[in-house]
């Protein structure tokens, strides 16, 4: 961590955090009928495993977790090379009727939003998407906003907001970057 760092989620705040949204994913849908959640690629794709595990652990049933990859759904992908490297979306299941949670790391301008629920929408029709986030630092520049938060934290557009994994991809803190 650099000089002009700042830890604003340690382990156990970022742990409290996604237990919080656990909680709230369920409030919210009445328990787990009908839910799935899709992470996107690649730091939501991490949290939406860590969430899952959360929901089994207070419900005792396992939600199905997916993931969406948003290269080819950018909107800024006609300015880059047409070589620009695509992963992978692996949604093993149906999302018709679902109510399905998006997972990211960080919420920012929204345009990574965009472009995930365009992807999702491609495997179907869900009954609902809802967001879910770790970080929300501002910034919107389309009109999405978050249902689940772990932290709103106001940045300036020359800040950065790194959220850190270790090797088994669990979450290790929550970096502002000046």
């Known amino acids: 961590m650099g000089a002009d760092s700042t ?43 860590e969430l899952v595990v959360r ?16 290269t080819l759904y950018r909107d800024d992908i006609k300015g880059h090379s047409p070589h620009m490297p695509v992963g992978k979306t692996d949604i093993p299941f149906g999302i018709e009727g679902k109510k399905v949670v998006l997972v990211d790391d960080v919420l920012f301008t929204g345009r990574t939003i965009r472009a995930a629920m365009d992807g999702v929408m491609d495997h179907g029709r869900p009954a609902c998407i809802q967001l879910a986030v770790l970080i929300d630092r501002g ?3 389309l009109p999405i906003r978050a249902d689940f938060v ?3 934290v106001p940045t300036s557009l020359r800040e950065n ?18």
């Open 7 to 49: 830890v604003i989620l340690d382990a156990s705040g970022v742990k409290r955090a996604l237990t919080r949204i656990a909680h709230e994913i369920l409030e919210r849908n009445k328990g787990v009928d009908n839910l799935v959640l899709v992470g996107i690629r690649t730091g939501g794709v991490h949290l939406a495993r």
């Open 55 to 70: 929901v089994e652990e207070i419900e005792g049933v396992k939600v199905p977790v997916g993931e969406v990859d948003i």
């Open 139 to 141: 910034h919107r520049e």
């Open 150 to 152: 772990g932290r709103n």
């Open 161 to 178: 907001i790194a959220v850190n994994f270790d090797e088994a991809h669990r979450p290790t803190d929550v970096v502002l970057e000046k």
